[in-house]
Nanobody, 127 residues
């Protein structure tokens, strides 16, 4: 059983930056592919980014078109933590951000294909 705890959310002005963290415990973190998703009020949960457990392989990260070039996903297996660096934030990035884990080397942008979820952290982009 893997437990995931997100942190780093908050209120930021448009154009600003935030770094989200997701700390994992209870499992072999290096064996999990990790994803970030977000959900705005009244909307479905959307894919943001994913990082393969095999970070040395080409194409080990994947991003939604809406965040490409602005967001960067990374992981530190020694710290059992995955990060989401968010730059050039826009009001439409406002949502609750969730990290998720799946025990496979295949990345996915489908929420139902992830087994474990954190409780979420609120990101609000507003002036």
């Amino acid at each position: 059983q893997v437990q995931l705890v997100e942190s780093g959310g908050g209120l930021v002005q448009p154009g600003g930056s935030l770094r989200l963290s997701c700390a994992a415990s209870g499992g072999a973190f290096n064996l999990y592919t990790m994803g970030w998703f977000r959900q705005a009020p009244g909307k479905v949960r959307d894919f943001v980014a994913a990082i393969n457990r095999n970070t040395w392989s080409p194409g080990s990260t994947n991003y939604a078109d809406s965040v490409k070039g602005r967001f960067t996903i990374s992981r530190d297996n020694a710290k059992n933590t995955v990060y989401l660096q968010m730059n050039s934030l826009k009001p439409e990035d406002t949502a609750v951000y969730y990290c998720a884990a799946r025990w496979t080397s295949i990345m996915s942008d489908v929420p139902s294909e992830y087994t474990y979820w954190g409780q979420g952290t609120q990101v609000t982009v507003s002036s």
